[in-house]
């Protein structure tokens, strides 16, 4: 094994040394060990304090996108009805950026919350499954408005990569409920098939999440080349590119939330008297 490949051992093993020794209440004091003493700033930060100003500023980003998209839709596109005219139409985008984008970013940094730490998991993963359905449910409900609208005007379905990346998006997040909810809500589900799919599940669930970015960034871009104007940057553009920002400025901070070790649900029972554990395994 080369040296660097030695060294980077050496750093994981010490790193969950560490972790699997701290108790719960001092996780918000816990720190990398510091070899360099930076001056103030955000990188002397408390984690928890960082997550919950991270936190803040996804919501924010959150309630940004779905307010543009309404505005957008309300504003420049028309409105909304469900008669298979363009007003239908309106409703799929509306739908499916709070759906498949906001809903299910908050859904996925949810066990990221410190305050969920200490305590039973069943009820967040309650409450995990159930964002993840409300968002499934919005984003099928999405796809029936543009399907149905299509189908009224004799428009023909899924001939743009747009529509390709979009429908995987959602067949593959209704597979992933699906699967999700059998192994680690069922009762009877193994142990060994909670620890086997949980790698599975989390990556699958950031694919998901880019496809729906990529999708939602095609569906825009598309929208506003129908709409002919593009090129002289009109204010509805502006508006919606804007959107777009948004959307990849969420994304990405869902994915910054996601990949910070500091953040994660540390894997080690709660002890005291209140725990009570309803399922084996239940932190898997
Ligand atoms: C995750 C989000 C999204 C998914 C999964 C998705 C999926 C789809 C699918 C499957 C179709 C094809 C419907 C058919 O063939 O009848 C479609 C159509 C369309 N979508 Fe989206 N969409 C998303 C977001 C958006 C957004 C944000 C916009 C912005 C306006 C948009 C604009 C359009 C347009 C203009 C069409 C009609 C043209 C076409 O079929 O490509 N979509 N979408």
Redesign the pocket.
Known sequence: MCTFCEFLKIRVSTRREVSHSIPLTHLDTWDEPQTHHTPSGILNMSPTLLFYLSLQLLLALGVACVVC?CV??KHW?GGFAWDGSSHQ?NW??VL??T???VLYGIGAVLYRVPLTWGQNKLPWKILHATLMLLALIL?IV??CA??D???HNS?????????????I??ALFATQWVVGAASFLLPFSPPSLRSRIKPIHVWMGGSIFT???A??????????F?NGDYSKLPAQAQM?NS?GVL?VAFGLMVFVILWNHQWQRPEVRPEGPTYTPVFQEENE
Do not use: D, R
């Not at 428009?155 to 429908?167: C, E």
């Not at 999708?215 to 506003?224: D, Y």
């Open positions: 998209v957008w839709c596109l139409f799929h985008p499916m950026v759906g498949l984008v984003s999405g796809l543009v399907f609208f299509h189908n428009i023909p379905n899924l001939y743009s990569l747009h529509s390709w990346i979009g429908i998006a959602v496809l729906s970015i999708a939602c960034i095609s569906g825009i871009n598309e929208k506003l129908f919606a959107l959307i």
